[in-house]
């Protein structure tokens, strides 16, 4: 079998499955990553090369200096396919694909994954609903979209990873303030009306344009309420029977459809409005969800996505068919918190539902699993309450994420 040469590129720590399973697939694994990840416990036994970016900024690397790193990488080797590990690196690989013109997502396929501007234009054009929302180039077109939607708004990166950098705003007056404060990076930034509701995720996997494998979770404490308030992060898998699943199957179809992924893993999320009932979309990833997700999904339908993506590639690359497993139906739940101490004491937590404690510095972090979604609302409540008045630690938000 003909060994095909990846290269992963990863600003933070994460991908282990994926390369794991690339490299028992027969291939070879290159990895890109920052300098200050050296010491992490990476799967080098999957590794054959690895390469580092000194970082800029938090997770933001010289685009030359990549380019004529890569360049002189494929002077003695032939790359067949790059990887973005991370919702930070897509556009560093879609960069290096079109400039070294390797097959994959390229820079403008790339933005409707990346551009919260470019994503909500495009899912708008598609007739897909969005929250209200503007740029913020233009002062005229500031204030009409002000004097037409009501407070509160929602000012927002157009470009970060996670619900840090985004502020909630109620007035005129604070909405000029901020985007003074922006300064040179107002253009960063857009703004949408802030939409009451619960807040879900659709995890999924697509293979020549179909969508072969459907998550569908719900938060119950949403990542932007977490990141600005502190508090315990949960979520939790819905029924795959069940009208909400349905619902959001068919409408992140429509989504994957539209922005024109061909294959890969996505990570979607959506708000059901809380006085009109309407599925939002909010925002999509070309990569596989972080906080864990990826536990919460297999524990619930024995399907890990890291490893499925790589042997989804690795088809590609083979010219093969891809087959995914049937999923099981089980019911799971994760709850991930900032606890003071640097490992959580898990006897109080034991129960037969746990399929796993998650091994991270400073945190709760565990994984439930049942047939009856009772009992995983259960669980996950006792944790919350135990985490809230025994363990917890809230730090201030930051306004730009550094891990």
Not at 156 to 173: N, Y
Request: with cysteine; charged share 30%.
């Amino acid at each position: 079998m003909e060994e095909k040469t990846i290269v992963c590129i990863s600003c933070y720590y994460k991908g282990y499955d994926f390369m794991n399973e690339m490299k028992k697939l027969g291939n070879k694994i290159i990895l890109v990553t920052s300098e200050n990840l050296k010491e992490k416990d990476w799967p080098w036994h999957a590794i054959d090369e690895v390469f580092y970016m000194p970082e800029v900024k938090p997770s933001v690397w010289n685009m030359d200096h990549l380019v004529q790193g890569f360049s002189h990488l494929m002077q003695t080797r032939k790359v067949d396919a790059v990887i973005a590990l991370d919702d930070y690196d897509v556009e560093k690989a879609a960069l290096i694909r079109e400039t070294f013109r390797i097959p994959g997502m390229g820079q403008t396929t790339h933005r409707y994954f990346r551009d919260k501007l470019a994503m909500r234009q495009k899912a708008k054009d598609s007739g897909i609903s969005v929250p209200e929302f503007t740029a913020v180039f233009n002062n005229d077109e500031v204030n009409e979209f002000t004097d037409n939607v009501p407070a509160p708004w929602v000012l927002k990166p157009r470009s970060e990873a996670s619900a840090s950098g985004i502020k909630k705003l109620t007035s005129k007056e604070q909405l000029w303030e901020a985007l003074d404060t922006l300064g040179e990076e107002r253009h960063m930034f857009l703004l949408e009306s802030f939409k009451p509701g619960d807040v879900y995720h659709v995890d999924s996997l697509t293979f020549n344009k179909d969508i072969v494998f459907t998550s569908a979770s719900k938060y119950l404490a949403p990542p932007m309420q977490v990141s600005h308030e502190g508090g315990v992060f949960r979520s939790k898998t819905l029924g795959r029977y069940s009208d909400e699943f349905k619902s959001l199957e068919q409408v992140n179809a429509k989504v994957i459809s539209s922005f024109g992924l061909m294959n890969g893993a996505t990570h979607t999320e959506f708000i059901r409005g809380k006085d009109d009932g309407k599925w939002y979309f909010l925002e999509t990833s070309s990569r596989v969800g972080g906080a864990h997700i990826p536990d919460l999904v297999e524990a619930s339908s024995n399907i890990n996505i890291w490893r499925e993506w790589a042997k989804i590639e690795d088809a590609l690359l083979r010219g093969k068919n891809y087959e995914v497993s049937k999923p099981t139906g089980y019911y799971s739940g994760l709850i991930v918190a900032l606890i003071k101490d640097k490992e959580p004491d898990y006897n109080e937590f034991k129960c037969e539902e746990v399929v796993k404690f998650l091994p991270i510095d400073y945190h709760v972090g565990i994984v439930y699993k049942s047939n009856d979604s009772a009992i995983v609302q259960e669980r996950l409540d006792y944790a919350a309450e135990k985490i809230h008045s025994e363990l917890l630690n809230i730090l201030p938000p930051k306004d730009r994420p550094t891990s």
